[in-house]
Nanobody
């Protein structure tokens, strides 16, 4: 059974940091591309970041470049480190993957098959 479990969200002040986690079961990460996406209230879901584990490529949305990084534990968990958070970062964050998913600078969602349940991130004073 393939599953992704999101965790790590919460309430943080502007300028603060959070680390989101996505734990995978039922498959290994080594040959997959993995993405992070978010959805703010009243807005469409958008790409935040992605990583291709086969070659180490990463991509970040322009809105988060220089503030967010993506990493993993070399086994089953992918992390999104979010620094210098802004109110516009508020939303539900999801991790996702798929056999045919391609991590590209455009951060499109084509090929995604498996999604985490999401975790709420709220950035507010």
């Amino acid at each position: 059974q393939v599953q992704l479990v999101n965790s790590g969200g919460g309430l943080v002040q502007p300028g603060g940091s959070l680390r989101l986690s996505c734990a995978a079961s039922g498959f290994t990460l080594g040959s997959l591309a993995f993405g992070w996406f978010r959805q703010a209230p009243g807005k469409e879901r958008e790409g935040v970041s992605c990583v291709s584990f086969s070659d180490g490529r990463t991509a970040f949305a322009d809105s988060v470049k220089g503030r967010f990084t993506i990493s993993d534990n070399a086994k089953n968990t992918v992390y999104l480190q979010m620094n210098n958070l802004k109110p516009e970062d508020t939303g539900v964050y999801y991790c996702a993957t798929g056999v045919w998913y391609d991590c590209s600078p455009r951060l499109r969602m084509n090929g995604l098959e498996t999604w985490g349940q999401g975790t709420q991130v709220t950035v507010s004073s």
